[in-house]
Each structure stands twice: as structure tokens, then as C-alpha cells.
């Protein structure tokens, strides 16, 4: 079964510096999203991207945070300048196109660590 | 409470029995899903009804929803120590099929062997 893989599945970094999360999405969805889930807490939405633009963010997605698709495959969170706050599990998710294509299929994660 | 809220927190049960989830929302919904996450993995899908559907079976899961009372149930039956994950439900708004999913907590279930 096709599956959604991301890199690195662990992430050491000092506050202050830039990470970029890297996911690989199913080759034929067209909607692509990144969600993240501190430790104990809910999963939570930050961004959806499709036809090469964000379609949807929420209010944790602030100006440190950009998404990019660079090339045929690849779907990348950068985070600017983390913070300690950023620490968690960041998840790429994909789906296809409309009606029926509703649900999301999720990588494994990227553990961010900011110490 | 908050969009997507699941109770309980927690369940234990024995392998074989049956294990009942339940989950509220508060607004409009397109659709609702249901999703399982191991521990330290990522989530998946089990099952999706919409808005306009009352109860959904896959294999041994049922899923039903009330729109009036903004409520929806996950019922694993015969469960298995292989269930032992933490459940998700997930709402997408009335906006669209490919608006972001609003989780909750999860139920953390456990089934003894």
C-alpha cells in the first residue's frame, strides 16, 4: 500500500535555528498537510497546501513557519527561528481531491527536539 | 468543550469484550472520521461517516453519529490486545471535502490479554 514517509524521524536543534521537515506524500494526492502533537496532547492542524499554494493554515502557522513543495515529490515545513515551544511531533498527511477522497493519510512523524 | 472531544480518556478491557468510544462536537460537520495512533506512530484512518449517514460498519467496527445531539460512538467488537492504541475522532467543517480535520484528545485503550 502506497504510504506517506518523512525525514528525519528525529530532530535535535538549538532554539534559534532553522529545521526543515521533508515528507514525501503519496504520488497522487493532491492535498498536502502538516499537523503536529506535543507530548500528551491533541493533534493539532497547522497548514493545507494544494494546487501549489496554502489553502488553509491556523493561527500557530505565524510568519516563522513556510511550507514548500520544491519539486515534483517532495513537501517540506520550514520553521525559521524555533522556539522551545516548537518541540513535538510534526506529521505530513496527503489525500486526494474531493468527495471521497476526504480521508487523510499520515506519515510517521518527525520528533522535534529544541533545547 | 472543545470541537472533537472523545470520552472516556481511558479504557481498559479484556481481550474479547467490546469497546465503546464516544465523541462530541459543536459545530457543523461535512464529515466525521475516526482514526488510530500506536505509540509513537502516526496515524490512521479507520473509518469515515458523513453528515447525512446514521451508522457505517468495517469489518469490526461500527461508527454512528447523531447530528442532533452532535455526537458520534466507535464500537470495536471482540476486541483484540492488537487494539491497544490511543482512538481519535476528527470533524471536517462544513466548508469542504478537503478542509482541515479538528481532533481531540484520543481515548488511550487498552486490551489485556
Known amino acids: 500500500e502506497p504510504e506517506v514517509t518523512q525525514t528525519p524521524s528525529h530532530q535535535v536543534t538549538q532554539m534559534g535555528q532553522e529545521v526543515i521537515l521533508r515528507c514525501v506524500p503519496i504520488s497522487n494526492h493532491l492535498y498536502f498537510y502538516w499537523y503536529r502533537q506535543i507530548l500528551g496532547q491533541k493533534v493539532e492542524f497547522l497548514v493545507s497546501?494544494?494546487?501549489?499554494?496554502?489553502?488553509?493554515k491556523s493561527e500557530i502557522f505565524d510568519d516563522q513557519f513556510s511550507v514548500e513543495r520544491p519539486d515534483g515529490s517532495n513537501f517540506t515545513l520550514k520553521i525559521r527561528s524555533t522556539k522551545l515551544e516548537d518541540s513535538a511531533m510534526y506529521f505530513c498527511?496527503?489525500?486526494?481531491?474531493?468527495?471521497?477522497?476526504?480521508?487523510?493519510?499520515f506519515g510517521s512523524g518527525t520528533q522535534l527536539s529544541v533545547l | 468543550s472543545q470541537q472533537g472531544e472523545e470520552d472516556p480518556q481511558a479504557l481498559s478491557i479484556q481481550e474479547g469484550e467490546n469497546a465503546t468510544m464516544n465523541c462530541s462536537y459543536k459545530?457543523?460537520?461535512?464529515?466525521l472520521q475516526w482514526y488510530r495512533q500506536n505509540s509513537g506512530r502516526g496515524l490512521v484512518h479507520l473509518i469515515l461517516i458523513r453528515s447525512n449517514e446514521r451508522e457505517k460498519h468495517s469489518g469490526r467496527l461500527r461508527v454512528t453519529l447523531d447530528t442532533s445531539k452532535k455526537s458520534s460512538s466507535l464500537l470495536i467488537t471482540a476486541s483484540r490486545a492488537a487494539d491497544t492504541a490511543s482512538y481519535f475522532c476528527a470533524t471536517a467543517p462544513f466548508t469542504g471535502a478537503n478542509s482541515k480535520l479538528t481532533f481531540g484528545k484520543g481515548i488511550t485503550l487498552s486490551v489485556r490479554p
Open positions: 497546501f494544494y494546487n501549489n499554494e496554502i489553502s488553509e
Open positions: 498527511a496527503s489525500s486526494g481531491l474531493g468527495q471521497g477522497n476526504e480521508k487523510l493519510f
Open positions: 459545530t457543523s460537520i461535512n464529515n
